[in-house]
């Protein structure tokens, strides 16, 4: 079992930047691929990014395209969304992800960190 725990959100303003960090306990972790989504109040869930679990393949939303990285290192365990020129849509919670590919879709969810945005 894999339990991620996101950390790093807060109140920013808009263009501002803010890097965002998923701890991930699990053994088998570094073998995972990991990504983002977030989830703004009375929206849908949406996909952010994503990362390969050797870190040699992200993709992004065309919405965050640009503006977002996506990283990780396997060695700490750990997942980052590194965010600059925030804009007040990106107000939502953020989080993180793991995917064993089992065929089920993500498996792994952290329990979320709030980023808000302000004009």
């Known amino acids: 079992q894999v339990r991620l725990v996101e950390s790093g959100g807060g109140l920013v303003q808009a263009g501002g930047f803010l890097r965002l960090s998923c701890a991930a306990s699990?053994?088998?972790?570094?073998?995972?691929?990991a990504g983002w989504f977030r989830q703004a109040r009375g929206k849908e869930r949406e996909f952010v990014a994503s990362?390969?679990?050797?870190?040699?393949?992200?993709d992004y939303a065309d919405s965050v395209k640009g503006r977002f990285t996506i990283s990780r290192d396997n060695a700490k365990d750990m997942v980052y969304l590194q965010m600059t020129s925030l804009k007040p849509e990106d107000t939502a919670v953020y989080y993180c992800?793991?995917?064993?590919?089992?065929?089920?879709?993500?498996?792994?969810w952290g329990q979320g960190t709030q980023v808000t945005v302000s004009s």
């Open positions: 992800v793991a995917d064993t590919r089992d065929g089920s879709g993500w498996d792994y």
């Open positions: 699990g053994r088998t972790f570094s073998i995972y691929d």
């Open positions: 990362i390969l679990w050797s870190g040699g393949y992200t």
